[in-house]
């Protein structure tokens, strides 16, 4: 009967009838890609296509001086970073990353990791490993343990199972190691349950620094049965003209105590007109222990000054020193050294464990070494508004330098340093054909998403493309592997 129904209808009925059809199917596949009603997506690009087209919009490298596009037929990666962005058409929990690639760096670029934008005020990325040459090529004589993706490397036998070293680490009393942890135990992507003692520990004293310090730092405290008061004074410089809010977190083994904030009301400020604010982080009842204090601002503000309750506290990694408008004595722990004169008035040469070094550029990151073997080595700067970062800790005051993090197997780690433990999150990568395949996974719950684009990054720490060396990393495929909830997770409410 409904074959009889149709065959007695026009033609025309019938491409009207088609033409719906046709509308009704493209609409259910516009709002299944849209709201990805199972949860997941799979996006690819595959960079050997002619058209290199990649779907699910993956855009394309950038800056466009770090990537070699003319040399061969596949992109080549030449500078550190390089970023690109990936649109979806919902938000999701987490994403697997796989980049295959080949390489062609060097033994002073060992590492390859990937991250995801998680701060766009800090521009802090959460990164993970892609390739780490120094734990594929390890040979340490002792048997390594591993358990849930954990590796523990041994110089000897001294562990058979992962719960005696953990014990013997949370006592500060690992075998084969008479001195501090931190001296014969290196991590990587991995942050064990690890209790910092301060040597000598004494009373502690207010103190008042009045470097001015540009952008985002991290400190960290050493409480003993003490208040912290912590009283900065910020300008913000409105050079970006945007919105520049502060924070202020303090927090002991990764769970936030207090947290103190100011938002920027100016969303639209005249550019060049400073402004001067405050923040105040007040906490009494403080168990002893390390406690870190990230200073969440933009580079677009200054901490004029910083006034402390306690004058036990370093800056970790990264400091960056302006408008002084005199020399500056800094110290740290670190053999080495990443120095960035961020104008051309900052050019100089600079002292660093009593060697001299000449940062002859502006604009251009240096890195330095220091041969000496003392603990704590002297930075001397006769001009500032310069960036310095290291694998260390950094204080105004020598009396002062502690570290009381494990130092960590990046590019400059040498087992000469007397190291016996290595600890590790690591998967090494899969080798087919001289092709690298490596994977990771990153939790995008609460990173920062903006017109449909999640930013994701590929490091090569040390790669730089203006020192004369053909080293590079050729990729021919990145493929994006995105989950979250479902429709009917949604429905319901369940999931995130």
């Not at 995801?116 to 802090?124: G, K, Q």
């Not at 036990?312 to 800094?330: C, D, E, M, Q, T």
């Not at 990046?410 to 340093?417: E, I, P, Q, T």
Request: include cysteine.
């Amino acid at each position: 009967m409904m074959m009889e129904f149709f065959r007695k209808k026009t033609l025309l009925f019938k491409l009207r009838a088609a033409q719906i059809a046709l509308i009704l199917l493209v609409v259910l596949v516009f709002l299944f890609l849209k709201i990805v009603p199972l949860g997941s997506m799979a996006y690819s690009k595959d960079y050997s296509s002619r058209l290199r087209s990649g779907k699910g919009f993956i855009y394309s490298f950038t800056p466009a001086e770090r990537v070699d596009e003319k040399s061969g037929r596949l992109p080549r990666l030449i500078g550190d970073p390089v970023y690109f962005s990936v649109f979806t058409p919902r938000t999701f929990s987490k994403v697997k990353m796989t980049v295959t690639y080949k390489s062609q760096l060097t033994s002073s670029t060992p590492i390859v990791e990937a991250g995801v934008l998680a701060d766009n005020i800090v521009w802090r990325y959460d990164l993970q490993p892609l390739d780490n040459k120094i734990l594929d090529d390890l040979r340490l004589p002792g048997r390594p343990l591993a358990e849930n993706g954990v590796t523990l490397w041994q110089a000897e036998n001294n562990y058979q199972r992962f719960s005696d070293f953990f014990a013997d680490l949370k006592t500060n009393n690992l075998e084969a190691c008479p001195g501090s942890t931190a001296s014969c135990l290196a991590v990587y992507n991995y942050n064990p349950d690890f209790n910092f003692q301060f040597p000598g520990l004494k009373d502690s004293l207010p103190t008042l620094l009045d470097v001015p310090l540009r952008g985002a730092h991290t400190l960290f405290f050493y409480i003993n049965n003490e208040p912290l008061r912590l009283d900065l004074k910020f300008v913000d410089l409105n050079q970006d003209k945007a919105a520049d809010p502060l924070a202020i977190i303090l927090s002991k083994d990764g769970k936030i105590v207090k947290q103190v904030s100011l938002a920027d009301e100016n969303a639209n400020p005249v550019g060049g007109q400073e402004e001067n604010k405050s923040l105040l982080l007040e906490e009494k009842n403080l168990s002893p222990g390390l406690y870190k204090v990230e200073i969440k601002i933009s580079d677009d503000t200054v901490i004029k000054s910083l006034q402390s309750s306690l004058d036990r506290f370093v800056f970790s990694g990264r400091i960056w020193p302006v408008s002084s408008g005199r020399a500056l004595n800094i110290y740290t722990d670190s053999s080495y050294l990443q120095v960035k004169a961020f104008v051309p008035a900052s050019v100089q040469n600079i002292s660093f464990d009593g060697e001299t070094f000449v940062l002859s550029e502006p604009y251009k990151q240096f890195n330095f070494k220091a041969d000496g073997g003392s603990p704590v080595k002297e930075i001397k700067l006769t001009k500032d508004d310069v960036i310095l970062e290291a694998g260390g800790v950094f204080s105004f005051s020598k009396n002062m330098l502690f570290n009381p993090l494990l130092p960590k197997v990046d590019r400059f780690f040498s087992l000469d340093n007397g190291v016996n433990y290595i600890l590790a999150d690591y998967q090494a990568p899969r080798i087919k054909d001289n092709t690298t395949i490596a994977s990771a996974e990153f939790n995008l719950i609460g990173v920062y998403r903006e017109k449909g684009k999640y930013n994701f990054m590929i490091s090569v720490p040390g790669l730089k493309n203006d020192d004369g060396l053909d080293d590079y990393l050729e990729i021919s495929e990145i493929k994006m592997e995105f989950s979250g909830r479902t429709l009917w997770q949604k429905l319901l409410g369940r999931g995130q």
